[in-house]
Structure formats: C-alpha cells, structure tokens
C-alpha cells in the first residue's frame, strides 16, 4: 500500500482527484488533504506520505514553495495544476510528472505508476538534488533524470551528443559511447534540453552543436558526429544550422 496526500486549493479539484485514486487506485490511501502550503506542510510531517498530489498556485506561496521545504524522504511528487506553462522544463528535467486540469484517467494512472517504480531512497535522494537545481533561481541546470527498467540515471547536459526519435521513445547518445533508451518523445527532449547548443536538425534528431565533427554538403546536407554518426539535416534547418555552428 501506498499513503498520498493532495494539496491543492480548490476544493472541486481536490475531491474529483480523490475519487478518481480511491476508484482506480485501491492501493494507494489518500491519508489527507490540504488546501494551503501551511496545512500541506503540516500534513505531510503528520503522514510521509509516499506520492504527493500538488498544485503549483496556491494561497500563501507555490507549490515549488512547499518542495523546498520538504525533508528526507522526499514522497514522489505529482504536479496537478491548470497553470503549464512556467513549470514543464523543471518537472521534466526532473523526471517527474506534470498533469494539467481537467486531469484525465489516462494520464494519472501512468503518472501514478512512475511514482511507485521510483519509490525508493536513492531514487528519492537524486530527484530531490535534481529538483533543487532545477528549482534554484540563481542556478542555471546542468543534469537531468532518465527513468530505464534497471535504474535511474542522471545524465549532464553536456554528456548528451545527440536525440534520436524511435517512436514514441528516444535514444539518447552519450559522449563516454553509450546509449540510454528513454521513454519521451524527441519533443519532450526539446523542452529538457533547451540550451542554445542544442539544436533539432531533423523531424527525427536533435543534436549537440558542440559534437559537430563536420558539416557535409553534398547530396544534401548530414553532421558528421563522434563514432561516426551521421545524420540527415532537413532541408528547412540547413540555414539556421549553419547560423547557429557560426555562431558558437
């Protein structure tokens, strides 16, 4: 069994997102809810919880408000907001999930099951310094979270050569020669990986501008990458790809 708490300000929200769990969820106990950072604080010292059900707008500070604050061990958190469009680099960076209202089945159960396969201390221990950085005002991130059926890696950005798209999956290619196949779309990595130097040459890659071993040009237009990787530039990316390599 699982104990979840939701915090969150709206009382409709609350009480739907509870129904929902106890309908679907038998083994998760809702042991609270909250409809402020004050009581949210309270009620997770009270419970340790191990899922989190926050909202991110909320009378007497935000929900990364309240994140900042927790202690050891840090419950799995599940972003359940109206408002996305400040938070989704943060949450994915972090590998954790971010739900928009009106909140589907769907999208709850899989966030839901990323949550228990991610209940664990040391798992616990690395979202919570990922998060940290990716929250920290003053602090630019630097890595990022990647679920796989073994482990949980965290990977630097500047580790990342390139994104390849294989259906709804994305294998990301790393400087040390390895191969880290993640369940996120090529788009999702877009967000993730939104420095300057990285650059989607391709409906299909998205590559680090800083591996361009060379650019070919003839029969079209391919990067030449470490180990020999060779990938397709679009015929619409090849002038920005060109400005953007000049510009480094």
């Known amino acids: 069994m699982y104990k979840a708490c939701i915090i969150d300000d709206e009382n409709n929200s609350r009480e739907v997102l509870e129904l929902m769990i106890s309908e679907n969820h038998p083994e998760i106990t809702i042991s609270g809810t909250a409809s402020n950072i004050t009581e949210g604080m309270e009620l997770i010292r009270r419970h340790q919880p191990d899922i989190l059900f926050l909202d991110v707008e909320m009378p007497g500070g935000s929900g990364f408000d309240l994140v900042r604050q927790l202690q050891e061990p840090l419950p799995q958190i599940i972003f359940c907001t109206a408002y996305g469009h400040y938070a989704i680099k943060a949450i994915e960076c972090s590998a954790l999930a971010y739900l928009l209202k009106p909140v589907s089945s769907q999208k709850l159960h899989e966030a839901i099951e990323k949550a228990r396969m991610k209940s664990n201390p040391l798992q616990r221990s690395l979202q919570r310094n990922v998060l940290e950085e990716q929250l920290s005002p003053a602090k630019e991130p630097t890595r990022f979270?990647?679920?796989?059926?073994?482990?949980?890696k965290v990977i630097r950005f500047d580790e990342v050569v390139c994104c390849v798209a294989e259906s709804n999956y994305t294998k990301i290619h790393l400087?040390?020669?390895?191969?880290?196949?993640?369940?996120?779309?090529?788009?999702?990595?877009?967000?993730?990986?939104y420095q300057p130097h990285f650059f989607r040459i391709h409906h299909s890659y998205l590559i680090n501008l800083n591996y361009i071993r060379r650019i070919i040009k003839t029969d079209g237009c391919m990067v030449e990458l470490p180990d020999n990787v060779m990938l397709d530039v679009s015929r619409t990316k090849r002038d920005e790809l060109m400005q953007k390599v000049a510009a480094l």
């Open 175 to 193: 400087s040390d020669g390895s191969k880290v196949l993640a369940s996120k779309t090529l788009k999702d990595f877009e967000t993730i990986l």
């Open 145 to 152: 979270l990647i679920n796989t059926v073994e482990d949980t």
